[in-house]
């Protein structure tokens, strides 16, 4: 049990976010620490990480994969917003019945950017967190008030990636 969690925010337009979020529940849960994830705008086996993460006994549910990446409407945001609302309410008292060390909003910082979550929520979800739970952010786009919030703050920046040459993500890399 932690005596002190922080908020932890991995952003920027990098490639790492995720993969520094799964680092952290790897080394908590090999200290014997209780973490959740959560993976918004994913979807079940959609990558290799979810499989190792679940036989490693780590907590992982994903939401909102229908919503990744696409242009919504106005009615679908609306539906997009209640939808978050309630998974993020749902996760307050999950967090709030069990101990755990560590909660990861994977790709949070991206539901506030495309308006798919008010910011208000995330703020007040910061700031009513158990003072023993360290909870991890990632997305891109992460806003000034969640970054003023947060005792650490890391930015992954792009300098060159395979996407830039229309290299799809690759199965074990990307995915």
């Known amino acids: 049990m932690l005596e002190k969690g922080l908020t932890q925010v991995y952003t920027g337009n990098g490639k ?22 959560i993976q918004f705008l994913k979807k ?17 549910q994903c939401f909102g994969g229908d919503y990744a990446f696409q242009r919504l409407t106005q009615k679908e945001i609306k539906k997009a917003k209640g939808f978050f609302k309630k998974i993020i309410d749902e996760i307050a008292n999950e967090i709030e019945q069990k101990s755990y060390d560590i909660v990861i909003l994977d790709e949070i910082n991206l539901l506030i950017r495309r308006n798919l979550l008010d910011k208000e929520m995330l ?13 991890i952010l990632t997305g891109r786009g992460a806003d000034k008030e969640i970054i003023e919030l947060a005792g650490l703050v890391t930015e992954c920046k ?18």
């Open 158 to 175: 792009k300098v060159k990636h395979p996407y830039d040459k229309k290299i799809k993500a690759r199965l074990g890399i990307e995915l």
């Open 16 to 37: 790492g976010k995720t993969t520094a979020a799964i680092g952290q529940a790897v080394r908590a849960k090999g200290r014997g620490l209780n973490v959740y994830m």
């Open 44 to 60: 079940d086996d959609s990558s290799g990480e979810q499989v190792v993460l679940k036989k490693l006994g780590i907590k992982l």
């Open 123 to 135: 703020v007040e979800f910061i700031k009513n967190k158990p003072q023993n739970t360290e909870l």
